[in-house]
Protein backbone atom coordinates (compact mmCIF):
# COMPACT_ATOMS: atom_id res chain seq x y z
CA UNK A 1 0.00 0.00 0.00
CA UNK A 2 0.87 3.41 -0.57
CA UNK A 3 0.12 5.08 2.29
CA UNK A 4 2.33 3.19 4.47
CA UNK A 5 5.84 2.55 4.44
CA UNK A 6 7.09 -0.95 4.98
CA UNK A 7 9.79 -1.75 3.39
CA UNK A 8 12.19 0.92 1.88
CA UNK A 9 14.88 -0.08 -0.49
CA UNK A 10 16.13 3.51 -1.70
CA UNK A 11 19.58 4.66 -3.09
CA UNK A 12 20.59 8.30 -1.56
CA UNK A 13 23.88 10.19 -2.79
CA UNK A 14 26.89 9.16 -1.27
CA UNK A 15 24.71 5.77 0.25
CA UNK A 16 27.54 3.28 1.79
CA UNK A 17 24.83 0.66 3.08
CA UNK A 18 21.79 0.03 4.31
CA UNK A 19 20.33 -1.76 7.61
CA UNK A 20 17.11 -2.69 8.17
CA UNK A 21 15.70 -2.90 11.58
CA UNK A 22 12.35 -4.30 13.17
CA UNK A 23 10.84 -1.16 12.70
CA UNK A 24 13.40 1.64 11.94
CA UNK A 25 15.88 1.57 8.54
CA UNK A 26 19.80 3.03 9.15
CA UNK A 27 21.11 3.92 6.00
CA UNK A 28 24.87 4.94 6.26
CA UNK A 29 25.94 8.05 4.05
CA UNK A 30 29.55 7.84 4.74
CA UNK A 31 32.05 8.56 7.27
CA UNK A 32 30.30 11.15 9.57
CA UNK A 33 26.60 11.10 8.94
CA UNK A 34 23.15 8.52 9.25
CA UNK A 35 19.67 8.79 7.89
CA UNK A 36 17.36 7.08 10.10
CA UNK A 37 13.92 6.32 8.25
CA UNK A 38 11.05 5.32 11.01
CA UNK A 39 8.56 3.33 8.60
CA UNK A 40 5.49 2.07 9.62
CA UNK A 41 6.28 -1.53 10.72
CA UNK A 42 4.86 -2.62 13.68
CA UNK A 43 6.57 -5.76 15.82
CA UNK A 44 4.88 -7.09 19.09
CA UNK A 45 5.87 -10.28 21.03
CA UNK A 46 9.25 -9.92 18.85
CA UNK A 47 7.55 -10.54 15.80
CA UNK A 48 7.32 -7.89 12.81
CA UNK A 49 3.53 -7.59 11.92
CA UNK A 50 2.37 -7.99 8.30
CA UNK A 51 0.74 -5.21 7.86
CA UNK A 52 2.01 -1.65 8.11
CA UNK A 53 0.15 1.50 10.13
CA UNK A 54 -0.47 4.44 8.71
CA UNK A 55 1.21 7.93 10.10
CA UNK A 56 2.96 5.25 12.92
CA UNK A 57 6.39 6.17 12.02
CA UNK A 58 6.04 9.93 11.34
CA UNK A 59 4.56 9.71 14.88
CA UNK A 60 7.54 8.24 16.40
CA UNK A 61 10.23 9.77 14.60
CA UNK A 62 8.26 13.16 15.41
CA UNK A 63 7.68 12.65 19.30
CA UNK A 64 11.71 11.50 19.50
CA UNK A 65 12.85 14.81 17.63
CA UNK A 66 10.62 17.10 19.76
CA UNK A 67 12.37 15.29 22.83
CA UNK A 68 15.88 15.58 21.37
CA UNK A 69 15.13 19.29 21.28
CA UNK A 70 13.85 19.30 24.21
CA UNK A 71 17.37 17.83 26.10
CA UNK A 72 19.91 19.09 23.66
CA UNK A 73 20.60 20.81 26.80
CA UNK A 74 21.49 18.47 29.01
CA UNK A 75 23.71 16.15 26.56
CA UNK A 76 24.47 16.29 22.96
CA UNK A 77 22.70 14.00 20.19
CA UNK A 78 22.94 12.79 16.97
CA UNK A 79 20.12 14.77 15.08
CA UNK A 80 21.02 17.25 12.59
CA UNK A 81 17.96 17.89 11.14
CA UNK A 82 14.49 15.93 9.99
CA UNK A 83 14.32 16.48 6.32
CA UNK A 84 10.86 14.65 6.16
CA UNK A 85 8.53 13.73 8.70
CA UNK A 86 9.35 10.40 8.67
CA UNK A 87 13.29 10.94 8.65
CA UNK A 88 15.67 11.81 10.99
CA UNK A 89 19.23 12.85 9.53
CA UNK A 90 22.65 13.15 11.66
CA UNK A 91 25.81 12.13 13.19
CA UNK A 92 26.97 9.02 12.83
CA UNK A 93 28.38 8.15 16.40
CA UNK A 94 29.89 4.41 17.85
CA UNK A 95 27.77 3.08 19.95
CA UNK A 96 28.33 2.42 23.66
CA UNK A 97 27.58 -1.85 24.10
CA UNK A 98 24.90 -1.30 26.78
CA UNK A 99 21.18 0.45 26.87
CA UNK A 100 20.91 2.65 29.93
CA UNK A 101 17.24 1.19 31.34
CA UNK A 102 15.93 3.89 34.16
CA UNK A 103 12.96 3.03 35.81
CA UNK A 104 10.74 5.44 38.28
CA UNK A 105 8.57 2.38 39.48
CA UNK A 106 8.24 -0.85 39.90
CA UNK A 107 6.63 -2.84 36.57
CA UNK A 108 7.15 -4.63 33.57
CA UNK A 109 10.24 -6.93 33.36
CA UNK A 110 11.49 -5.65 37.18
CA UNK A 111 7.72 -6.19 38.63
CA UNK A 112 8.07 -9.76 36.96
CA UNK A 113 11.52 -10.41 38.32
CA UNK A 114 10.43 -9.00 41.75
CA UNK A 115 7.07 -11.15 41.85
CA UNK A 116 9.42 -14.11 41.26
CA UNK A 117 10.93 -13.41 44.52
CA UNK A 118 14.15 -11.50 43.61
CA UNK A 119 15.26 -8.29 45.80
CA UNK A 120 18.01 -7.20 44.22
CA UNK A 121 18.05 -5.93 40.52
CA UNK A 122 21.36 -5.02 38.05
CA UNK A 123 23.23 -5.45 41.22
CA UNK A 124 20.71 -2.69 42.88
CA UNK A 125 18.76 -3.93 45.83
CA UNK A 126 14.95 -3.65 46.04
CA UNK A 127 12.80 -3.36 49.15
CA UNK A 128 10.79 -5.91 50.48
CA UNK A 129 6.81 -5.68 50.77
CA UNK A 130 7.00 -3.44 47.32
CA UNK A 131 3.77 -3.64 45.14
CA UNK A 132 3.47 -3.83 41.37
CA UNK A 133 3.42 -0.27 39.88
CA UNK A 134 4.69 1.24 43.20
CA UNK A 135 7.11 4.18 42.68
CA UNK A 136 10.58 3.88 44.34
CA UNK A 137 11.61 6.78 46.39
CA UNK A 138 14.00 7.65 43.63
CA UNK A 139 14.60 6.09 40.17
CA UNK A 140 16.99 3.13 39.31
CA UNK A 141 19.02 2.81 36.64
CA UNK A 142 18.77 -1.44 35.48
CA UNK A 143 21.33 -1.26 32.32
CA UNK A 144 21.22 -4.09 29.86
CA UNK A 145 23.75 -5.49 27.34
CA UNK A 146 23.05 -4.46 23.40
CA UNK A 147 22.62 -8.33 21.94
CA UNK A 148 23.05 -8.46 18.10
CA UNK A 149 21.17 -11.84 18.15
CA UNK A 150 18.46 -12.57 21.13
CA UNK A 151 17.22 -10.58 23.62
CA UNK A 152 19.23 -7.72 25.37
CA UNK A 153 20.30 -8.92 29.16
CA UNK A 154 20.43 -7.43 32.60
CA UNK A 155 23.73 -6.31 33.74
CA UNK A 156 25.04 -4.69 36.73
CA UNK A 157 27.42 -1.14 36.27
CA UNK A 158 30.36 -3.13 38.29
CA UNK A 159 30.01 -6.10 35.34
CA UNK A 160 29.82 -3.14 32.22
CA UNK A 161 33.30 -1.87 33.74
CA UNK A 162 34.87 -4.89 34.53
CA UNK A 163 34.61 -6.54 31.51
CA UNK A 164 35.64 -2.91 29.50
CA UNK A 165 32.04 -2.75 27.67
CA UNK A 166 32.20 1.00 29.41
CA UNK A 167 34.98 2.85 30.94
CA UNK A 168 34.23 3.79 34.42
CA UNK A 169 34.38 7.47 33.68
CA UNK A 170 32.36 6.74 30.33
CA UNK A 171 29.72 4.96 32.21
CA UNK A 172 30.09 7.48 35.05
CA UNK A 173 28.86 10.28 32.56
CA UNK A 174 26.08 8.28 30.96
CA UNK A 175 24.60 7.70 34.63
CA UNK A 176 24.38 11.29 34.95
CA UNK A 177 22.88 11.93 31.72
CA UNK A 178 20.32 9.33 31.84
CA UNK A 179 19.23 10.61 35.15
CA UNK A 180 18.83 13.98 34.14
CA UNK A 181 16.93 12.74 30.99
CA UNK A 182 14.68 11.20 32.58
CA UNK A 183 13.49 13.92 35.18
CA UNK A 184 13.38 16.32 32.14
CA UNK A 185 11.12 13.60 30.45
CA UNK A 186 9.20 13.08 33.80
CA UNK A 187 8.84 16.90 34.25
CA UNK A 188 7.39 17.16 30.29
CA UNK A 189 4.99 14.14 31.26
CA UNK A 190 3.90 15.86 34.28
CA UNK A 191 2.16 18.66 32.26
CA UNK A 192 0.44 16.87 29.64
CA UNK A 193 -1.01 14.35 32.97
CA UNK A 194 1.09 11.30 32.46
CA UNK A 195 3.40 9.68 34.27
CA UNK A 196 7.14 8.48 32.65
CA UNK A 197 7.13 5.35 34.32
CA UNK A 198 10.46 4.29 32.94
CA UNK A 199 12.18 4.44 29.61
CA UNK A 200 15.78 3.32 28.02
CA UNK A 201 18.65 5.85 26.72
CA UNK A 202 21.47 4.96 24.36
CA UNK A 203 24.34 6.62 24.15
CA UNK A 204 27.59 6.92 21.71
CA UNK A 205 30.55 8.61 21.00
CA UNK A 206 31.98 10.70 18.23
CA UNK A 207 35.36 12.80 18.51
CA UNK A 208 35.69 11.50 22.03
CA UNK A 209 32.37 13.15 22.77
CA UNK A 210 29.37 10.95 24.22
CA UNK A 211 26.41 11.66 22.30
CA UNK A 212 22.29 10.77 22.52
CA UNK A 213 21.43 8.83 19.78
CA UNK A 214 18.37 6.88 18.45
CA UNK A 215 15.12 7.30 19.61
CA UNK A 216 13.83 9.33 23.10
CA UNK A 217 10.70 8.98 25.21
CA UNK A 218 8.42 7.38 22.34
CA UNK A 219 5.65 5.08 23.45
CA UNK A 220 8.16 2.31 21.80
CA UNK A 221 10.80 3.02 24.29
CA UNK A 222 8.65 3.86 27.34
CA UNK A 223 6.13 3.36 28.89
CA UNK A 224 3.71 6.32 30.49
CA UNK A 225 0.91 5.89 33.11
CA UNK A 226 -2.31 8.70 33.29
CA UNK A 227 -1.40 10.22 36.16
CA UNK A 228 -5.14 10.65 37.09
CA UNK A 229 -5.98 7.34 37.72
CA UNK A 230 -2.53 5.90 39.08
CA UNK A 231 -3.02 6.04 42.60
CA UNK A 232 -6.51 4.70 43.04
CA UNK A 233 -5.37 2.04 40.76
CA UNK A 234 -2.03 1.16 42.80
CA UNK A 235 -4.45 1.08 46.08
CA UNK A 236 -7.30 -1.32 44.20
CA UNK A 237 -4.16 -3.07 43.17
CA UNK A 238 -5.72 -3.13 39.28
CA UNK A 239 -3.88 -2.71 36.20
CA UNK A 240 -2.32 1.02 35.25
CA UNK A 241 -4.12 2.64 32.12
CA UNK A 242 -1.14 2.98 29.89
CA UNK A 243 -0.16 5.08 27.03
CA UNK A 244 1.66 2.24 24.71
CA UNK A 245 1.42 0.08 21.97
CA UNK A 246 -0.10 -2.28 24.77
CA UNK A 247 -3.84 -2.48 23.26
CA UNK A 248 -1.95 -3.99 20.31
CA UNK A 249 -0.81 -7.21 21.99
CA UNK A 250 -3.63 -7.47 23.60
CA UNK A 251 -5.87 -8.08 20.48
CA UNK A 252 -3.16 -10.23 19.19
CA UNK A 253 -3.56 -12.19 22.53
CA UNK A 254 -7.48 -12.28 22.49
CA UNK A 255 -7.04 -13.57 18.84
CA UNK A 256 -4.82 -16.34 20.12
CA UNK A 257 -1.15 -14.86 18.94
CA UNK A 258 1.44 -14.35 20.94
CA UNK A 259 4.40 -15.27 18.59
CA UNK A 260 4.98 -18.50 20.00
CA UNK A 261 5.73 -21.28 17.80
CA UNK A 262 2.84 -22.53 15.75
CA UNK A 263 0.83 -19.44 16.45
CA UNK A 264 -1.30 -18.41 13.32
CA UNK A 265 -1.41 -14.30 12.51
CA UNK A 266 -4.37 -13.43 12.78
CA UNK A 267 -5.84 -10.76 9.33
CA UNK A 268 -5.43 -7.54 10.50
CA UNK A 269 -9.15 -5.71 9.06
CA UNK A 270 -9.33 -2.56 7.64
CA UNK A 271 -10.87 -1.43 10.39
CA UNK A 272 -8.39 -2.57 13.31
CA UNK A 273 -5.49 -0.93 11.12
CA UNK A 274 -7.47 2.66 11.03
CA UNK A 275 -7.61 2.52 15.10
CA UNK A 276 -4.10 1.24 15.61
CA UNK A 277 -3.48 4.94 13.61
CA UNK A 278 -5.88 6.80 15.23
CA UNK A 279 -4.49 5.38 18.73
CA UNK A 280 -0.49 5.99 17.64
CA UNK A 281 -1.70 9.80 16.46
CA UNK A 282 -3.54 10.06 19.81
CA UNK A 283 -0.30 9.07 21.64
CA UNK A 284 1.48 11.68 20.02
CA UNK A 285 -1.17 14.18 20.86
CA UNK A 286 -0.71 12.85 24.69
CA UNK A 287 2.71 12.95 25.11
CA UNK A 288 3.68 16.20 22.90
CA UNK A 289 0.76 18.50 24.36
CA UNK A 290 0.32 19.20 20.28
CA UNK A 291 -1.85 18.79 17.45
CA UNK A 292 -0.70 16.15 15.22
CA UNK A 293 -0.60 17.50 11.45
CA UNK A 294 -1.65 14.71 8.91
CA UNK A 295 0.85 14.58 6.07
CA UNK A 296 0.46 13.93 2.35
CA UNK A 297 0.07 9.83 2.82
CA UNK A 298 -1.04 9.14 -0.97
CA UNK A 299 3.02 8.03 -1.66
CA UNK A 300 5.05 7.84 1.20
CA UNK A 301 7.78 6.60 -0.36
CA UNK A 302 7.99 8.37 -3.17
CA UNK A 303 7.62 11.46 -0.62
CA UNK A 304 10.24 10.18 1.61
CA UNK A 305 12.70 10.00 -1.31
CA UNK A 306 11.59 13.21 -3.02
CA UNK A 307 12.29 15.55 0.10
CA UNK A 308 15.81 13.26 1.75
CA UNK A 309 16.86 13.87 -1.96
CA UNK A 310 16.55 17.77 -1.91
CA UNK A 311 17.80 17.98 1.77
CA UNK A 312 21.04 15.98 0.81
CA UNK A 313 21.15 18.73 -2.52
CA UNK A 314 20.86 21.47 -0.68
CA UNK A 315 23.17 20.22 1.97
CA UNK A 316 25.78 19.07 -0.24
Request: charged share 30%; net charge negative; proline share 4%.
Amino acid sequence: MKNQLVKSAFQFPNQKSVYHGKVRDVYDLGEDHLLMIVSDRISAFDVVLPTGIPYKGEVLNQIASKFLDATADIVPNWKIDTPDPAVTFGYRCEPFKVEMVIRGYLTGHAWREYKAGKRSLCGIPLPEGMKENQKFDTPIITPTTKADVGHDEDISKEEIISQGLVSKEDYEALEKYTYALFERGTDIAAKNGLILVDTKYEFGKKDGKIYLIDEIHTPDSSRYFYADTYEENVEKGVSQKQLSKEFVRQWLIENDFQGREGDVMPEFTEEFVNLVSQRYIELYEYITGETFVKTDISDVAARIENNVNDYLKKNA
